[in-house]
Structures are given as C-alpha cells and as structure tokens.
C-alpha cells in the first residue's frame, strides 16, 4: 500500500469520528476528501473483498437487505452500505470504515448497493464478484437523463469489472439487454408468465420499442410497467427464459407474498415479507444473487422471508392507535406499485403525500402526473382523506384534484412536527408516502415521537 | 358543447409528466358541465385531425426521435400544417414543439427536417437548459405569469413569422439569449414549459379552451373555477423564482 491510501484512510477515518460527534451522518463526505487524495482508494480496499454489488433504478435497498439477511444467517464475515449512501464517495466511506489503517478490511464479505449513475465509477474499483440488476425506469431526469443513457452508464461501469456475473432482471427489456454485448456471464430472475395475472400495456411505458432496432414489442403478459414477457417481432430479441424464475405467486397480502421460485428446475416455497409484486422482484434477484456468490439457495429462500429493510421501505412504525406505514416513492413505477398496494386495503385509512424537489429527489416534480394517482378514486369508501406535505405540497394538492379527489378530502400540513402529532391521534392506519428527503425528515420526526433506528446504524 | 382534443403521438412523446396537460383540460372542462373527447393518435394513427378542437404534442426522448420522423413524413406533417393555417388550436412542448419548427441541427451540424407550420428553428448545445423557470406571456394574451420546469439542449430562434410567447423572467427560455420564450402563431402556442403546463398556470388552460371552443361555437364564455389549490402552486413557485405575484 502507498503513502497516499494512508493518509487518506487516516483522513477518511478522522472526519467521519468528528461528523459522529457533531451528530451529522458523514457518509459521503469523508470518502469524497479521502477520493481526493488517493483517487484509486477503493480499488486498493475493495481488492480482497467478495463484494455483491446492487443496481438498478428500484429496490436496490431492499434486495441488499435481503441478500445481507442471508449472509447474516449463514454466519459470514460483512458489511454493508446500509444508509443509502451510494455514490462511489459513500461506498468509500464504508469500505474505509472496515478497513484497518493499513488498508485491510477486516471483513470476507461486502454487500454494496451503488447508485446507477455512479456505476461507471464504482464497478471498476470494486471488481464486484456478484452484480444485481434490478430493473430501468425513467427516474430523475433532470439528473439521469433518458433511460437509456442511464443503462449506457451501467454498461460502461460493468465493462470494467468482466469477471462479475451479471444478475440480471429477465423481464425488463432495458436491463437483460446488458448481457448481450458484455463478456460477463450473465444469469436471469423474473416472474414467469401465469405466476400472476397479466397486466395492461401502460401507455407510458418507459420501454415500448425495442432496444436494438427500435421497432414496437409485442407482450405474451405483462407484470407492472414495461416488465413482462416482451419480444420484438422484427428483429427477434425477446425475453430470457431465467434461471431464477418465479413460477406462481400463490399468496398476496398487505403483509407479503407467497411464491413459488425455481432454480435450475428445482422448486422453493418462499415467503417473501414485504408486500407488492415489486418486492417479489426483489427477491428473486437476491436469491439468485446468494446463489451465484456460491452460498446456499436455502438461505436466500429464508431470508427473503425473514429480513428487516426499514429505512422507508414499507417501514412499519408504531405511531398511533392504527399503526403508521411509511412507503418511500423516487419515481413513476415505484409510485404506482404503492397505489396500487393501496387499493387492496379495506379499512379506513388515512394517506399522507410528502412532495419535496431538493437534488435527491429530483428537482423536476412531473412525474407525479406520470404516477398514476387517479388511483386514489378507486379507494372511496376505505380513503378518508388525504393529506399533502413537503416542498411542493400545493403541486401534489392539485396533481390529486385532477385525479378526481375532490378538494374538501385534500388537506396541506407543512409542519412535520404537528402532522406526527396529529397522526399520534388517530385510530385510524395512516400511510406515508414521502419522497426521498422528506422520508429523511418526517422519519427523524417519527422517531422522535415512537422511536426507531437512526439512520446509519 | 362539446371538445374533441387530440393527443399526437402519445406512444413516443410522453415525457415529463405531459400528458397531465389532457388530464387538466378535460376536468376542467368537465368542471364546468362541457364534454370532451380525447382521441389518441399514436404513430401508424391513420386518424384524421380534421375534426378536433384542440391538438395537444408533448416532449419526447431522442431514442424514438426517427421512428417518428418517420410517420411525420408519411402525411401527418401536411396535415399539421393545414391545421395550424386553417386556425387549429395547438399546445405543443419541448420536442412537440421544435417539431413544428423548420429543422434541428445538432451541435455537430447535422440537420434534421421538422415540418415547418411554424417559422422557427432549433440548434442544440451541450450545456442543458434545466430547471424551474418563470416567464410572462405577451400583453396581447393577458400578460399572465407562467411557470414550469424547463430541460432541453436545443436553442430555438424564432423567424419573424411567429411571435414569442412571452419574455423571461427567470430562466433560460428559447434559447437563453434573447430572453425569449415559446412562440405564437394563429392559434398555436408552443414553449418548453414541462410541469406539465397547464395544472398549475390555470390561466393559460382556461385561454386555450376558449380559444378553441371559440373557433367551434363562436364565442365562449367559460365559468370561474375555484382554483385556489392551483394558484397556491403558481403563486409558490413565482415566490420562488423571486418574482411578483
């Protein structure tokens, strides 16, 4: 190890101990100085360590959850970048954290989320044994760009790393294309047609022509979104039959899923504890992740039934008399699997908006209109009100009314602390879907009031 | 009375949350007790705009751009054309927008035909243009404040066939030159006002539908609306971008 990577470890350490103190998170900004003074930091840290790395647009959190359960059960030596800090700066930091002052981690294992725009950085530096694809949505584009730029980003970050196995999500037409033109050996999750009833061909498919001749898809049935079982009638690219494929979903709940997944051919009954066809998603590319690092596939099957995720993600809170859910939202398809987790329920419930633009969030609020809230009018009878909140609450306010929700049900409460308050006294369940820095703000509210984890623990 | 509003290209231009502008014309439409139709035409579409009121075209991402030169030019762009001099009213954003100019050259000189019905061109640039943006629209239209998000490469300049549609207050507009934005001509308004447009500048909804059941019925008184939520997130934003309210 050189001079350098020494100091900026030593660096790295000394204002991520002072940002403690101050009581500040310090998850990127260390690593964002250390990467300053030592630009190959990670790659020298990250070397020894059999790291999974996880992409994609939704539910990176959640499968590294998963998949860090099933390392935990098995008993392994690992870490992980558990508070969301994802740019290649936070993944230092980490990295750092469990590495001794002379560089060597002190861990076998890593589990590594990675922002999708920042994987052209990361890949090469982390040489990740495992890489998870999740899925490609459209998402922030007044920072991403066009989905497919996004996607050109993760290519250009896997090509440096071409000893990874790629897990990849068979259903999305965007993120299977990835093995293609890529050395990497390449495996396939997805749900199997007949595993769920089919959905309808969305009009804002953020994938309707193909990703090589551009021509239109056809579907044999579709998931949610442009996930499903796609194929192009003139150039002939179609969807993977995957290795990890759910074959039936036998149970849908509020509280999870049961499904049936097979793996080679052989057949597990999982139980995934979170709900929504998403999370099955997420499930499937953590066992198939598990398994293609070598562990047990009994272990990522149990796992996926046994893991806590927290953090916004469904996160569960007992804050008033009815229970209180928070459901992070970044983007159009995540927002829409809520809602449509929404209409499944039958009691009375409350749902509170939280809409903020600051740069994590997105600065461009449109795609609330691709979200499809009109969803909220099928709810009448268990909604009984709606509560908006955040940076533009009045935007969400108006979005909300031209779903058809009439005005008098819309409320604006711009304080968190009197909104948790208000909430403390219900009967009611209430349901929080805030965005990615209002769900950083209200949950430090939350916790306050009814306890729960800081952030980077 | 009745509306029969177009959505061009709804398959390839529905980007940024355009579409909620349909959704915001046919409430508030409906609001007031006056029908509408939304007919979609996507490409292949062989459906004819003869009989629509109003033509709405959104932004759209560069991937699908040729497949939709490619219909434009199998007799949709005379038929836009006819529209816009026949008095046809249009809404049309970003892509949509410099669609109905003469041409895009991209910042390396290659140049691309649009359908000219309006009298202005765009060349791109590296730098975006992206943010939340404030502009007035000329007196002649009320001198109403608009806002929205704006994100687009390609700088338009206007021939001294179209009017601009307004002047910017906070922002970059056409091209962040001239402080311009948008442009006018017979009944088409175009601009690069994401948001989308028109749920939160409620004024400029209600001109259009005017504008359109003007041309249908002869005159068009429209009912006030309780727009409070709607001016509360104009308003807000205008504070924002420091101007006045």
Redesign the interface.
């Given at each position: 190890m050189n001079i350098r990577a020494f100091f900026a470890i030593l660096l790295c350490k000394l204002l991520r101990g002072i940002s403690r103190v101050l009581h500040r998170g310090g998850t990127a900004m260390p690593g964002r100085w250390a990467l300053k003074l030592c630009p190959n930091l990670l790659e020298i840290l990250a070397r020894d360590v059999k790291t999974v790395a996880i992409t994609g647009t939704n539910g990176k959190t959640t499968s590294a959850r998963m998949i860090e359960q099933a390392f935990a059960q098995q008993g392994l030596s690992y870490f992980a970048n558990r508070s969301g800090a994802n740019l290649i700066s936070g993944i230092t930091t980490e990295f750092v954290m469990n590495s001794s002052l002379g560089g060597k981690c002190r861990k076998e294992y890593a589990v590594i989320e990675c922002d999708e725009a920042a994987a052209v950085r990361v890949f090469g530096q982390l040489k990740p044994r495992v890489i998870v694809v999740t899925n490609l949505f459209?998402d922030q584009?007044?920072r991403y760009g066009?989905?497919?730029h996004t996607l050109e980003n993760i290519r250009s970050g896997i090509s440096g790393a071409p000893e990874a196995v790629l897990c990849l999500n068979a259903d999305c037409s965007l993120t299977a294309s990835l093995a293609d033109d890529l050395p990497n050996r390449a495996v396939f999750f997805g749900i199997n047609q007949g595993a769920v009833p089919s959905g309808e061909k969305s009009?804002?498919s953020d994938a309707?022509?193909c990703i090589r001749c551009?021509h239109?898809y056809s579907y044999d049935y579709i998931t949610y979104g442009h996930l499903g079982g796609f194929r192009c009638p003139h150039c002939g690219y179609r969807r993977h039959d995957p290795e990890y494929a759910v074959t039936d979903v036998t149970a849908q709940t509020a509280e999870g899923s049961s499904i049936i997944l097979s793996v080679h051919g052989k057949r597990y009954l999982a139980e995934v504890n979170l709900p929504a066809l998403y999370n099955v998603y997420n499930a499937a590319g953590a066992v198939a992740a598990v398994s293609e690092m070598g562990l047990a596939t009994e272990s990522a099957v149990a796992a996926v039934g046994s893991f806590k995720c927290g953090f916004g993600r469904m996160e569960q809170f007992a804050l008033g008399a009815g229970g209180t859910k928070m459901m992070l939202v970044k983007n159009p398809a995540g927002c829409n699997q809520v809602i449509e987790f929404l209409e499944n329920i039958k009691e009375k419930f409350v749902l509170v908006v939280c809409l903020n633009d600051r740069g994590a969030d997105g600065?461009?609020?449109?795609?609330?209109?691709?979200a499809n809230f009109e969803g909220l009018t099928k709810m009448a009878g268990a909604l009984e009100k709606v509560i908006v909140s955040g940076d533009?609450a009045?935007?969400m306010?108006?979005?909300i009314?031209?779903?058809?929700v009439k005005?008098e049900f819309?409320e604006?409460e711009r304080d968190y602390e009197t909104l948790v308050r208000w909430i403390e006294g219900q009967d009611r369940p209430v349901f929080l879907m805030p965005t990615y820095t209002a769900m950083l703000e209200l949950r430090e509210t939350v916790i306050r009031h009814c306890g729960g984890d800081e952030f980077w623990v | 009375m009745k509306l029969k509003i177009c959505h061009l290209y709804p398959d390839v231009l529905n980007l940024y949350g355009d579409g909620g502008n349909i959704r915001c014309l046919t409430q508030r439409l409906r609001w007031r007790g006056i029908d509408s139709e939304v007919v979609k035409m996507p490409i292949g579409s062989g459906e004819s705009l003869v009989d629509c009121d109003l033509v709405f075209i959104g932004g759209g991402q560069d991937f699908e751009q040729q497949v939709l030169l490619d219909d434009l030019h199998r007799g949709r762009d005379r038929e836009l054309r006819a529209a816009v001099e026949d008095g046809m009213t249009v809404l049309a954003i970003c892509g949509g927008y410099q669609m109905l100019g003469n041409y895009y050259e991209t910042h390396d000189g290659q140049r691309c035909d649009f359908i000219g019905a309006l009298d202005l061109y765009t060349v791109g640039a590296k730098k975006r243009m992206i943010g939340n943006y404030l502009f007035r629209c000329d007196e002649s239209l009320g001198g109403m404040t608009v806002v929205g998000f704006e994100n687009h490469s390609g700088k338009t300049r206007l021939g001294s066939g179209v009017a601009p549609l307004g002047t910017v207050i906070r922002g970059f507009g056409n091209n962040g030159e001239d402080g311009t934005e948008g442009a006018r001509y017979k009944n088409v308004f175009g601009c690069y006002c994401h948001g989308p447009m028109l749920p939160k500048n409620p004024a400029f909804a209600d001109l259009l539908l005017s504008t359109a059941l003007a041309r249908r019925y002869g005159a068009a008184e429209l009912a006030p609306l309780d727009d409070a939520l709607e001016r509360m997130a104009h308003d807000q934003m205008v504070k924002r971008l420091g101007g006045d309210v």
């Open positions: 459209r584009l007044d066009e989905v497919t009009e804002l309707s022509h551009k239109e600065t461009d609020i449109s795609w609330i209109w691709d533009r009045a935007d306010a108006v979005r009314k031209y779903a058809g005005a819309i604006i | -």
